[in-house]
């Protein structure tokens, strides 16, 4: 339990409101206040996003700008019909209704399924701060982070060409599992089906999501098919630590990886249900 | 530490609370509205016991500080049956024994209920999504997801009802 609870209505006076010891910037709750029943966290204050205003799904041209206190739910959108993949996965009907697209940039692995799409969207923030705003890439943001009265306001990327867009994740369950492993990938081919520019982002395998460049510098050049989908597969399980968890053990992780790359990659029929 | 009032209706009703700075709003519903209906369950939105409706959306009260909840409109289980008639997803608990210890149904009804509210006629695909937060150690699901279905037929049969859903 904090000791106050704050609910400033506007980015200026959340940055003003950070400005202190034992602050926290909440949003949709379902990690810091989730942290906070558990123990794990003692905010002296909670800092809510929630007045803000800066929820929202936006078009800049051909870039797509969607604020990050914007819920889950509200990404199944019409122009974002290909992440409705990683939408279905993630978490529960509840869950997507209060956590934030924003937000799910702190989750921490194996959970964060929309850092792994965006970081192979090669998304980019909009960080403000005491000293205005920035922008920041989303590869830098998991190396650097934040300062602690930073806040992500929006997140921005250029939606993928029809048919360069690559999602799976391999799950214990088919509904409401954390990442064993998440494949996220835009493939841009010629009409020969060599791929001229891929980038492949993962789940499950490091502290935060990451890109695999040992995956796509197997690609690059290849004709896109079985061989090479497999060949990227191996070429990333050797070069990520990969970890263990309830989900999964690291020796798991590193079995599956190649084989959802490859799924991922080639697509493969979803998995049927009940 | 400094306490504060928080104003929202709660199944109607108008409530104007003193509430610790930070209090969970399952512990506000259940130890200050007398509303215990809804269950507080793993503290970590991991469970579905907690489901209640804030302005009709399914959210997990156990992750909302009271203070978030402001000018909001909440409906719990006991929002549910109207004029002491049982709703008919109620009804169809009852009917199927959908039911054991009971910890989870209040959270599976709220799940279910806004899932009918959207689509009455669900397939079975849809309704397992819609309970796949909700977690039952007794039943083994099966008899929730017939509940629901059951529900959703019965519904079908009666107009007035699916309206009265709607409401």
Not at chain 1, 19 to 44: C, H, M, Q, W, Y
Not at chain 1, 147 to 172: D, Q, Y
Not at chain 2, 17 to 32: A, N, S, T, Y
Request: with cysteine; charged share 15%; hydrophobic share 45%.
């Amino acid at each position: 339990m904090a000791f106050a609870v704050h609910r400033p209505e506007s980015i200026e006076a959340v940055i003003a409101a950070l400005d202190g010891t034992g602050r926290v910037a909440v949003s949709g709750g379902t990690l810091a206040v989730r942290a906070i029943n558990e123990g794990k966290s003692f905010p002296l204050a909670i800092v809510s996003l929630s007045r803000t205003g800066i929820a929202g799904i936006a078009r800049d041209g051909d870039v797509i700008e969607i604020g990050a206190a914007t819920p889950i739910a509200k990404l199944s959108h019409p122009n974002l019909a290909f992440l409705n993949g990683v939408l279905t996965g993630f978490g529960t009907p509840a869950l997507r209704n209060m956590a934030t697209l924003g937000g799910n940039l702190f989750a921490p692995q194996p959970y964060g399924d929309f850092g792994v799409a965006l970081l192979a969207l090669d998304a980019s923030l909009v960080i403000a701060g005491p000293s205005g705003k920035r922008r920041l890439p989303l590869s830098k943001f998991y190396e650097t982070g934040l300062a602690s009265n930073e806040i992500v306001t929006n997140i921005r990327f250029t939606p993928p060409h029809p048919g360069t867009w690559h999602w799976l994740k391999a799950t214990r369950r088919a509904l409401n599992s954390a990442a064993v492993v998440a494949v996220a990938a835009v493939v841009e081919t010629d009409r020969a089906r060599v791929i001229k520019a891929v980038r492949i982002a993962l789940g499950g395998v490091d502290c935060h999501p990451v890109r695999s460049p040992a995956a796509e510098a197997s690609l690059l050049g290849r004709v896109l098919d079985t061989a090479s989908a497999a060949a990227a597969g191996e070429a990333a399980a050797a070069s990520h630590p990969s970890f263990t968890d309830a989900y999964a053990s690291a020796w798991y992780r590193k079995r599956v990886l190649p084989i959802f790359m490859r799924r991922a990659l080639l697509g493969a029929p979803l998995e049927t249900m009940p | 530490m400094k306490s504060s009032y928080v104003n929202f209706t709660l199944n109607g009703e108008e409530k104007e609370l003193l509430v610790e700075p930070g209090r969970r709003l399952v512990d506000v519903l259940r130890e200050q509205c007398g509303a215990t209906g809804t269950k507080n369950g793993c503290g970590q939105g991991t469970c579905g016991a907690c489901t209640i409706h804030i302005d009709g959306v399914a959210m997990l009260s156990c992750l909302v500080p009271a203070e978030l909840a402001e000018g909001t409109e909440i409906v719990t289980i006991e929002g549910v049956a109207q004029n002491r008639t049982l709703h008919t997803l109620q009804k169809a608990f009852l009917a199927q024994a959908a039911i054991q210890c009971g910890f989870c149904t209040a959270g599976m009804i709220m799940a279910a209920k806004v899932l009918l509210d959207r689509d009455p006629s669900p397939t079975r695909r849809a309704v397992i999504e819609a309970l796949s937060g909700n977690v039952c150690r007794c039943t083994g699901y099966e008899p929730i997801i017939a509940a629901v279905l059951a529900a959703a037929a019965t519904l079908a049969e009666q107009p007035a009802a699916a309206a009265a859903v709607a409401a």
